[in-house]
Every structure is written in structure tokens, then in C-alpha cells.
């Protein structure tokens, strides 16, 4: 696979598992714990975001920001998992404590990311 493959699928992964994700939390069939899982990434969402403005609005070859997909791509899945993980929590039962409870972890899956 060339860099701009794995580059490609990295960011489809990344934008499509995200937006997958928040249509379960539109649709409302896993919105319990979907929410969870979307609080958890938002961090992720909004750097990589960040990252792929000056891409997407000044696009120039060798330009750095299109290696943010590649590089964020092994945090983006850990926290991911770890949002996954914390879904299955039953409390708390409210919907907007739950984004908070996968929002508010989301450094500690990312530091527990360095640790490994």
C-alpha cells in the first residue's frame, strides 16, 4: 500500500466510522450507548478537524497536515475502543451525563495509550 492509500483509508475510517456514529445517535436505536462512545472521540474529532482545515482549504503537496490521518490513526482507534469499552457502563442513565462521563475519560484512554 503507497502513503497516500494508507492515507486515504486511514482518513475514510476515521471520518466514517465518526459519522456512523452519530447516526446512532440520531436514529436513536444505540443512541444509550452510542453517545458514550461519541464523547470519548470528540477530542479526536475536533484535532483531527483542526488538522484538516488548512488541507481542505489550501491544499499543497508535501503539506504536513495530510500525515495527521496517518499518524492519529492508532490513537483515534485506541480511543475508539476504549469509548466502546466504557459504553457498557449502565450509570450514568441520562444522555448528556453519558457524552460527559466518555468526554471526560477520553485523556485517561489517551494516557493510558502511552503507558502501552
Known sequence: MSDSQFTVAAALFEVGTTAMILLCVIAGYMRHKAVVVLGALTPAILVLAYLA????TEPAPGNMASASWVMGFGAYVAILIGGIVLSFIPRPAH???RYLLGFALAPVLFGLLQIV
Not at 53 to 56: D, V
Open 95 to 97: 444522555l448528556p451525563s
Open 53 to 56: 482545515y488548512p488541507q481542505l
